[in-house]
């Protein structure tokens, strides 16, 4: 079968991201988070590509160092919340007894209606002392699962309703084998769908909290290259490649992998 | 052991709609049905809407009634430990109405096959596939245009043939078919049909569940007509068809269109079914508001099924003695 | 008996990607007024396409590639609809000289428009009347037929099925358009619903005696509804006449395989099935196109078109057998 | 059928989602309260370091008599189910205790405040994002071969996924560097006056960049949902009875639209929430006198019980407004309104 063209552009840009977030980092002549390694405030010229921050940090590595983090957060963010959703919405799916159904379906319906953003910040704040990466990632967790749950658990509920789950009863599979042989492909396709869509709103939810201060110390992300750079009001005095880098970086990831969850969700469109 | 192969006493399935589904109307109302332990076939004749489907996977253990029991063999049903259930299921099996539905579109036909006879025999592969053989054979096809295709791969007719091959390959004592034909074209189902009534011969009962009164006529023994949920008239299919007891089995029957009947079927004025819902919840006998002779007591009070001969009809008209109206 | 609609040589069908689906291949009928005319066939044999494009309703994928059809109206206007572009078939035809009744017609009504607003539109569109007096002369219309009038202010979701069937039957007849096209008109419906609807569709023909085009695989519902009827399959016209004789005697091997493999009240004796199933419009068998399912197919079948021949008195058949 | 059934329906409509509204509420107020015990820190040693931070020295023995002051201030010392019930208590009735950062002022009063500019923040870009994003998607779907509708649906595309804050910094970047706005961006330094015509405009000159921030966000997802939800109206049988029966391009659209609104207004109830969080991080980034601004200075000013009260009530807030849109359903949709 042909690969749509669109897929290629799209694997193309996410690979070289990639390469400039994992493999990049490795070469970088000193330890890009350190202050005043490089003269400050020079704009993007030939030997500083992405120039310089004002404290003296050369934003090129900078960023490749950043966009990891940011990208291994957001995949750890996706993961955790894609199991949770996975094993709360299928048992909500299956669950017998239309009360429990009932009790956990309004919970899911009411978790998605709660505002994630001043939670996140709250308990963000509580934590700031310990904030690194992988604590970020599971605070964002705490919100992440609500939606997917919501859609694998209608996923199941309809599929439940169609006659080859009965056929398969019929020929003596149990619910497991069902679920693992019937509806595990439809469940594919949902995991992949969800899974970039959560990549992309952890990535958002990382740097929305950055900007209000609450980013990881040590460790540098994209949310916080910004943060830093808004404290310095970069934008002001002129350093506008401070700011623009990381955005420019971040929003072409966003809009590949969105394009990417697209293009899956069409290619594997079942009936 | 009862003397009876399927046995359904008033069975009643209520669904709810409204404020967390409080009000509930009664899909399936009060139904009981035998099947003695010779093979026949039993048809549930009805309008779509009026609880056949209900009461179908009701029997085949997929959904518990409200009110009622179903007894396989003595045995309830929706109380079966897991080795009776694996007994059950090898016993009673079923055919459904979309064949493209039947089977998952993105899995390969034979998985439902094979998966079968290895459920039910504990077969090898070998054996497994020699019993596929056979039943697929009797269906007119043959393993080689069936291995490794999808569903939509097949025609309405061929996919429906499968499913009738996998059922048949548990070798069951009744199958319970849900408007079997009516996706097939018209005149592919003679032959589907005319399965059906070798099979009764080789010793397979069916319930038969359809709306057409022309095929039930044709293949079946026994008829029970139903009316939102209600079982109005059952007995012997020629019996129920040819004499029509209840005014409803009459309005069908005369309304069903069928070659030289032009100037009777375009004359008779004959009223339509109301609204659903509403008369789901009618207390009385549910065809009061239509039927041409109903009374007050027909609107107040449920009509039990009262014997006619060997005929029995849900209406006060055959209250007491025996008359035709 | 004039002729009202004549098709010629129509050839339509569906353009795919890579492929084209010959679903109207070659069809000429003539209809005639006052007559109600019956296309039957079983599911995928081009009917509710032919149909489609009698009415002109030609919307990509369906293409309509060669041949004319000519409505000559009953006040004296010709419309070639074939030629006719879908702007100027709306303004001038559609509803005024020939209306259509779709499939599944329970749910083609507006969910979120009351009745009498479905009425009020075609009346602005085609008449330019107001709302306050489209809705007396709905108000009028509407009783003629014998339907209750508070059906007008009803939203569609509070009527029943065989309601909603009956008001889209009425709605089609609103001009008394001399040709009614109908898809299925009932197909959806229990039996006693389809008896009332279709005895309604046929006293508002007999009051107005114009043509009205019943489509249906339902052979129970020709027989007993059409003055005249034709078979079709695979995207052919087979055979064509009056709908007694086409029972009692019926000349193409596809028509006497349908009427035979319908159950009877009443009559228990074995009826065989059709062998094998409908040919791929993809790619259509050469020849005559039910010679592979045909117990009397001659080698020439499987060479050449069989042409459409009056074997009797208003009697059309299209079968080397005749010839 | 006639009356009975059809008031019974909407009132069922109605007490359910009220059900539903306190549910949420409830659940919120939980997590607020969990997540507030969950620090590792107690709030009282933050207020103490902040107190310290002021200068003066304090002997060992009186920090403590004041952290315990501050505990029974805030209820903390009594077991935690009594802190919860008191919690909930105090959101209820709206006396959280006095900020940390602007003391003695109650909370309440701050984020009153600055809820009424957010309020009209998000209400104003809600409501015109929802129509445009609508209205075009609606047009896009009618008209879909037209290179316009193609063109929309590729900036739509690449819009809908770019989180608020990077868009509104976007913004920002370009309106400060590229064309800079007279009077600087946003509405640093705005205070609540009487209702005056200068005062108004001047408002609509705050408000203007920040809502463009979100409208442009918004309506790019508006639009890709009615246009998906249009044109599978498109090819429902009502609409292709409508073209059969010769009726006009324009009565057309108008059955997609009216037919594709209905379900529009049930997603706008769950889109809120992100609605609400994009606007928080544009106030903040545009110094929008709201909610999100209120809330970064209580972080800078680690005004624990502050961040606490904003947090309630938004959570209070979304869960109303989306109550309210659900109010609206039954009164537009017919299927509801006058029962089968």
Redesign the interface.
């Known amino acids: 079968m042909k690969v749509p063209l669109s897929l290629k552009i799209a694997i193309g840009i996410i690979a070289s991201l990639l390469v400039f977030a994992f493999i990049l980092p490795n070469f970088a002549p000193y330890d890009p988070r350190r202050w005043a390694t490089v003269p400050g405030d020079e704009p993007p010229s030939l030997t500083y590509p992405f120039g310089t921050t004002t404290v003296g940090q050369d934003l090129f590595w900078l960023s490749s160092y950043a966009l990891r983090n940011s990208i291994i957060l957001g995949i750890l963010t996706a993961s955790i919340s894609v199991t949770i959703a996975f094993l709360l919405g299928s048992f909500a799916g299956f669950v017998r007894g239309s009360v429990s159904r009932n009790a956990l379906t309004l919970l899911i319906d009411s978790f998605c209606l709660i505002p994630g953003l001043p939670v996140l910040i709250v308990l963000a704040y509580s934590w700031r002392k310990f904030l690194s990466p992988v604590l970020i990632a599971l605070i964002l967790s705490i919100f992440g699962w609500a939606w997917p749950s919501r859609s694998v658990r209608s996923l199941i509920l309809s599929l439940r309703e169609r006659s080859f789950t009965y056929t398969s009863l019929l020929s003596g599979f149990g619910m497991m084998r069902i679920f693992f042989y019937e509806y595990l492909p439809y469940i594919i396709r949902w995991l992949a769908v969800s899974f970039l869509g959560l990549l992309n709103w952890a990535i958002g939810m990382e740097t929305t909290i950055a900007v209000f201060g609450l980013s990881t110390l040590e460790e540098a992300t994209i949310g916080s290259i910004i943060y830093w750079a808004l404290q310095y009001q970069s934008i002001l005095r002129g350093v506008w490649w401070w700011v623009t880098f990381p955005i420019l970086l971040l929003a072409i990831l966003i809009v590949t992998l969105y394009e990417l969850s697209k293009i899956i969700s069409e290619f594997t469109g079942v009936k | 052991m009862s003397e009876f192969l399927l046995e359904a006493k008033n069975i009643a399935k209520f669904f709810g709609y409204g404020f967390l589904g409080r009000t509930k109307f009664p899909a399936v109302d009060n139904v009981s049905l035998t099947m003695e332990d010779f093979p026949k076939i039993l048809t549930i004749a009805g309008?779509?809407g009026c609880g056949k489907t209900t009461l179908a996977r009701v029997l085949l253990g997929f959904i518990k009634p409200d009110r009622g029991i179903v007894l396989y063999k003595g045995r309830n049903v929706h109380k079966l430990k897991r080795k009776e259930k694996k007994f059950f299921r090898k016993e009673v099996q079923a055919i459904f109405q979309d064949p493209y539905e039947t089977f998952n579109p993105l899995r390969r036909v034979d998985a439902y096959l094979f998966g079968t006879a290895k459920y039910m025999f504990g077969a090898n592969s070998k054996e497994a596939s020699t019993r596929v053989e056979e039943v697929l054979e009797f269906v007119g096809l043959s393993i080689k245009e069936v291995m490794g295709k999808k569903p939509k791969e097949f025609?309405g007719?061929?996919l429906q043939r499968i499913s009738i091959a996998r059922a048949l390959l548990a070798e069951p004592r009744l199958i319970i078919a849900d408007e079997p034909v009516s996706m097939i074209?018209?005149?592919?189902?003679?032959?589907?049909?005319?399965m059906f009534?070798d099979l009764r011969e080789r010793g397979v009962s069916f319930i038969y569940i359809t709306?057409d009164?022309?095929?039930a006529?044709?293949i079946s023994d026994e008829i029970a007509i139903m009316y939102r949920g209600m079982i109005v008239e059952v007995g012997p299919a020629?019996e129920v068809?040819?004499n029509q007891y209840h005014p409803y089995t009459k309005?069908?029957?005369r309304?069903?269109?069928?070659?030289?009947?032009?100037d009777e079927?375009?004359k008779e004025k004959?009223?339509?079914?109301?609204?659903?819902i509403k008369e789901f919840l009618v207390p009385g006998c549910k065809y009061a508001d239509i039927c041409p002779n109903s009374s007050d007591k027909c609107r107040k009070e449920r009509p039990p099924l009262f014997k006619v001969g060997n005929v029995k009809v849900a209406c006060w008209i055959y209250q007491g003695q025996f008359q035709r109206p | 008996m004039k002729t009202v609609l004549k098709c010629s040589n129509v050839k339509g069908g569906y353009k795919l990607s890579e492929v084209y689906i010959d679903a109207v291949s070659n069809v000429s009928l003539e209809l005639r007024t006052n007559e109600i005319f019956g296309i039957a066939g079983?599911?995928g044999c081009g009917k509710s396409t032919f149909i489609k494009t009698i009415?002109g309703?030609i919307e990509p994928p369906l293409i309509l590639k060669d041949g004319s059809i000519e409505l000559y109206a009953r006040d004296g206007k010709t419309f070639n609809i074939s030629s006719l572009s879908l702007n100027n078939?709306?303004?001038n035809v559609?509803?005024k000289y020939i209306?259509?009744i779709?499939q599944?017609a329970m749910?083609?009504?507006?969910?979120?428009?009351r009745i009498r607003d479905h009425f009020a539109?075609?009346y602005k569109?085609?008449m330019g009347l107001k709302k306050r007096d489209s809705y007396a002369k709905a108000q009028e219309y509407i009783e003629s037929f014998g339907l209750p009038n508070e059906v007008l202010s009803a939203?569609p979701?509070?009527?029943?099925g065989?309601m909603r069937q009956r008001v889209?039957i009425a709605?089609s007849l609103l001009f008394e358009p001399d040709v009614v096209l109908a898809d299925e008109p009932t197909s959806?419906l229990?039996?006693?619903?389809?008896?009332?609807s279709?005895?309604f569709l046929?006293n508002a023909q007999r009051k107005l005696k114009n043509t009205i085009v019943v489509v249906s695989?339902?052979?129970?519902?020709q027989?007993?509804?059409t003055d005249r009827m034709g078979i079709m399959y695979a995207g052919k016209i087979v055979e064509v006449g009056e709908t007694e004789t086409i029972?009692e005697n019926p000349l193409h091997p596809y028509t006497k395989?349908?009427?035979k493999?319908?159950?009877?009240?009443?009559d228990?004796t074995?009826?065989?099935?059709?062998k094998g199933?409908?040919p791929d419009l993809r790619d259509p068998p050469p020849g005559c196109r039910f010679h592979p399912r045909c117990p009397y197919s001659k080698p020439i079948c499987r060479k050449e078109e069989p042409t459409f021949l009056e074997v009797e008195q208003d009697h059309y058949v299209s079968c080397w057998l005749m010839e | 059928?006639g009356a009975i059934s059809k008031r019974y329906k909407v009132v069922i409509h109605i007490a359910s989602r009220f059900l539903f509204f306190i549910l949420t509420v409830w659940v919120g107020l939980t997590l607020a309260f969990l997540v507030s015990r969950a620090s590792p820190v107690d709030p009282s040693t933050i207020l103490i370091s902040r107190l310290m931070s002021m200068g003066g020295y304090l002997r060992p023995e009186e920090i403590l008599a004041l952290k315990q002051q501050i505990l029974e201030l805030y209820g903390l010392d009594k077991p935690v189910y009594m802190q919860y019930l008191s919690f909930i208590k105090g959101v209820l009735t709206g006396n959280l205790g006095p900020s940390f950062s602007f003391f003695p002022t109650p909370v309440i009063e701050l984020i009153h405040k600055s809820m009424v500019w957010t309020i009209l923040l998000l209400g104003f870009s809600t409501i015109l994002s929802w129509v445009i994003g609508n209205v075009v998607g609606v047009l896009a779907a009618v008209f879909s071969r037209s290179k316009i509708s193609k063109a929309l649906e590729w900036i739509s595309m690449s819009l809908y996924p770019v989180p608020y804050v990077i868009f509104a910094l976007v913004l920002f970047l370009f309106f400060s560097l590229v064309i800079p706005l007279a009077g600087g961006v946003g509405g640093a330094g705005m205070a609540m006056q009487t209702l005056s015509l200068t005062y108004i405009i001047e408002v609509i000159r705050r408000l203007s960049v920040p809502s463009l921030s979100i409208i442009a966000l918004s309506s790019a997802s508006w639009f890709l949902s009615m246009k998906a939800l249009a044109l599978s109206v498109k090819k429902e049988?009502?609409v292709?009875?409508?073209?059969?029966?010769?009726?006009?391009q324009k009565?057309v659209t108008k059955?997609v639209m009216?037919?594709s609104l209905?379900p529009q207004i049930t997603s706008l109830a769950f889109s809120l929430v992100y609605l609400f969080n994009g606007a928080l991080v544009t106030e903040y980034i545009f110094a929008y006198p709201g909610l999100g601004r209120l809330l970064y200075n209580a972080i800078v000013g680690s005004d624990y019980n502050l961040m606490l009260g904003i947090l309630s009530y938004s959570i209070i807030g979304v869960a109303s407004a989306a109550f309210i849109l659900d109010l609206i359903y039954p009164l537009i949709?017919?299927?509801i309104r006058?029962g089968?």
């Open positions: 309008e779509s025609s007719g061929q074209d018209v005149s592919l189902r003679m032959n589907i049909l005319n009534k709306h009164l022309a095929t006529y044709y020629s068809l040819l309005a069908l029957v309304s069903l269109p069928e070659p030289g009947k032009k079927w375009l004959v009223n339509p079914p109301g609204i659903e | 079983e599911s009415y309703y078939l709306r303004k559609w509803w209306s259509y779709p599944n749910n083609v009504l507006n969910p979120t428009m539109e075609i569109e085609h939203f979701h509070q009527l029943s065989g889209v709605l959806a229990d039996v006693i619903n389809q008896r009332v279709l005895v046929r695989h339902d052979m129970g519902v027989s007993v509804l029972f395989m349908l009427i493999s319908l159950p009877r009240l009443g228990k074995r009826r065989m099935g059709a199933q409908p | 059928m049988d009502f292709n009875y409508a073209i059969i029966r010769g009726l006009s009565t059955y009216r037919n209905l949709d017919p299927r006058y089968g």
